[in-house]
């Protein structure tokens, strides 16, 4: 599979051209980054008022990019270095999104440009907006207007970093502008006709896109200005009424019919199946969900349909069901839909790497499914590079955490669940039964962790206090070993 990739060793150890053409735009509160891994950061809103051309070429940006040609890693892109770092052969996304068609055929031409020249993105994700009917467990104020109005009723959770705070002043601030006063939004109207022709493919996101006015004021320019060479793409919850759905679905395959666009994509989102989705995407009805996946899936002669999976601590007991659905309806449509699988890194207290070993062993049962239904073996298998994406995660899955560490992570997630339970009014032991052996587990060794504490502060205070100086040393290093 390596041998089908670019060399981009060649440029540089750590070059990856999605940072020169791949640009997420979050126009609601102004915020950028290269491909949907590294962390979001601010643009700044006085540069774009004199150049909109800077919602994607930010000085941040061109940083990074210098760190790549000197061959550096950008401490912003570790999902990667991970990846690569992991035992084997293992294919990051460096790689991948390098091999997309949309970044290819480009490669030679960015890697001669300095690292402070303007690069017109062949990739564009935009989103207008943080409307959303949806609060998944893994989401954020700036995505989800549901969630931005729960942090501000109830604050952010009782993490150990505070998850959900909304900064509200400065340079970083991620409050979202208001729809009908956005100077980001502005800006974005005004450079997209000098980008347009340029790109490859234009992904709205969200929030939900078909609960914005602005994504179908995009269909309407898209109309009037046709770009026989895009693939458009779409990220929808199909959590919304069936009709949005239908309009959408008339609306890009008639694009597709009068080559106005070269194709279309549907991207939806589910990590796991059963009660056990319905509680990591808070708001979804799975039932409706599969109801306007099957109107998407009508129209898969025309148009790619793709369930993206952000794999996480809760996806592992019931994932050998949603892979089972996915084979239906395969079969059922010939063809769709593909999975795209990642490791959800954020927030931590999430990531798969706090469950036990013996829960863990889900995921490896998941690849010898996918394995055993590859496209080599059945009709509308699964295809290689999405056997290898869950293998990968199998990979990271083996990773080890410190005794501290996990200690911490997993009592993130104890509070976490408890307090997403409180306000949600759900509950995980009812919804995700399979975790509750585990969290018994992690709230004892909590408990011996307090009052090992508890006990140690007590003996030293007591030794401390009553024993002659020559002897508090040794003190010390017997209650290291507590």
């Known amino acids: 599979?390596?041998?089908?990739?670019?060399?981009?060793?060649?440029?540089?150890?750590?070059?990856?051209?999605?940072?020169?053409?791949?640009?997420?735009?979050?126009?609601?509160?102004?915020?950028?980054?290269?491909?949907?891994?590294?962390?979001?950061?601010?643009?700044?809103?006085?540069?774009?008022?004199?150049?909109?051309?800077?919602?994607?070429?930010?000085?941040?940006?061109?940083?990074?990019?210098?760190?790549?040609?000197?061959?550096?890693?950008?401490?912003?892109?570790?999902?990667?270095?991970?990846?690569?770092?992991?035992?084997?052969?293992?294919?990051?996304?460096?790689?991948?999104?390098?091999?997309?068609?949309?970044?290819?055929?480009?490669?030679?031409?960015?890697?001669?440009?300095?690292?402070?020249?303007?690069?017109?993105?062949?990739?564009?994700?935009?989103?207008?907006?943080?409307?959303?009917?949806?609060?998944?467990?893994?989401?954020?104020?700036?995505?989800?207007?549901?969630?931005?109005?729960?942090?501000?009723?109830?604050?952010?959770?009782?993490?150990?970093?505070?998850?959900?705070?909304?900064?509200?002043?400065?340079?970083?601030?991620?409050?979202p502008l208001p729809d009908d006063n956005n100077p980001y939004v502005d800006a974005f109207w005004k450079w997209i006709p000098d980008v347009f022709t340029n790109l490859k493919v234009l992904r709205v996101t969200g929030g939900e896109p078909l609960l914005s006015k602005d994504c179908l004021k995009l269909i309407d320019f898209i109309k009037q200005n046709p770009n026989p060479d895009l693939n458009f793409s779409l990220n929808s919850n199909l959590g919304v009424p069936s009709h949005l759905v239908e309009k959408m679905m008339l609306n890009l395959t008639g694009l597709i019919s009068e080559k106005k666009i070269k194709n279309s994509q549907i991207f939806t989102s589910l990590d796991t199946w059963g009660s056990h989705a319905e509680y990591l995407r808070f708001g979804l009805d799975l039932d409706l969900w599969k109801k306007n996946l099957d109107i998407v899936l009508q129209h898969s002669a025309k148009l790619e349909v793709r369930i993206m999976v952000a794999f996480n601590a809760l996806s592992v007991f019931r994932f050998k069901e949603f892979l089972k659905f996915v084979m239906k309806k395969r079969k059922q449509y010939k063809t769709a839909p593909l999975v795209d699988i990642s490791i959800l890194q954020f927030p931590d207290f999430l990531n798969l790497l706090l469950l036990e070993e013996k829960d863990?062993?889900?995921?490896?049962?998941?690849?010898?499914?996918?394995?055993?239904?590859?496209?080599?073996?059945?009709?509308?298998?699964?295809?290689?590079?999405?056997?290898?994406?869950?293998?990968?995660?199998?990979?990271?899955?083996?990773?080890?955490?410190?005794?501290?560490?996990?200690?911490?992570?997993?009592?993130?997630?104890?509070?976490?669940?408890?307090?997403?339970?409180?306000?949600?009014?759900?509950?995980?032991?009812?919804?995700?039964?399979?975790?509750?052996?585990?969290?018994k587990k992690w709230q004892q060794e909590q408990n011996l962790a307090l009052k090992t504490m508890d006990f140690k502060k007590n003996i030293d205070w007591q030794l401390r206090h009553n024993l002659p100086v020559r002897f508090r040393n040794l003190t010390s290093k017997v209650l290291d070993t507590f």
């Not at 699964?382 to 995660?393: A, N, T």
């Open 1 to 175: 599979m390596r041998s089908k990739m670019p060399d981009l060793n060649k440029i540089s150890p750590s070059f990856c051209a999605a940072k020169w053409l791949n640009v997420t735009i979050r126009l609601q509160n102004g915020h950028n980054h290269s491909c949907h891994h590294p962390v979001p950061h601010k643009i700044d809103l006085e540069e774009v008022k004199k150049n909109p051309g800077a919602l994607h070429d930010t000085q941040f940006k061109k940083e990074q990019r210098k760190l790549m040609l000197e061959g550096t890693r950008p401490p912003e892109c570790v999902y990667c270095w991970k990846v690569e770092d992991l035992p084997g052969d293992q294919i990051s996304d460096r790689f991948i999104k390098s091999n997309e068609f949309w970044a290819r055929p480009y490669i030679n031409e960015i890697a001669k440009k300095t690292w402070d020249q303007a690069s017109p993105p062949t990739y564009l994700e935009v989103s207008f907006s943080n409307l959303c009917n949806f609060k998944c467990a893994y989401c954020f104020p700036d995505s989800s207007s549901k969630w931005m109005s729960e942090i501000q009723e109830f604050g952010p959770y009782p993490t150990s970093d505070q998850y959900g705070t909304m900064k509200y002043e400065g340079k970083d601030s991620n409050i």
């Open 360 to 439: 863990k062993e889900h995921i490896y049962e998941c690849v010898q499914y996918m394995e055993a239904h590859s496209d080599k073996n059945v009709p509308y298998g699964f295809k290689m590079m999405e056997i290898l994406k869950l293998k990968r995660i199998w990979e990271y899955s083996k990773i080890k955490k410190s005794d501290e560490e996990l200690l911490r992570l997993r009592k993130d997630f104890m509070k976490y669940v408890t307090e997403y339970d409180r306000r949600k009014k759900v509950d995980i032991f009812e919804m995700i039964p399979e975790i509750y052996p585990a969290m």
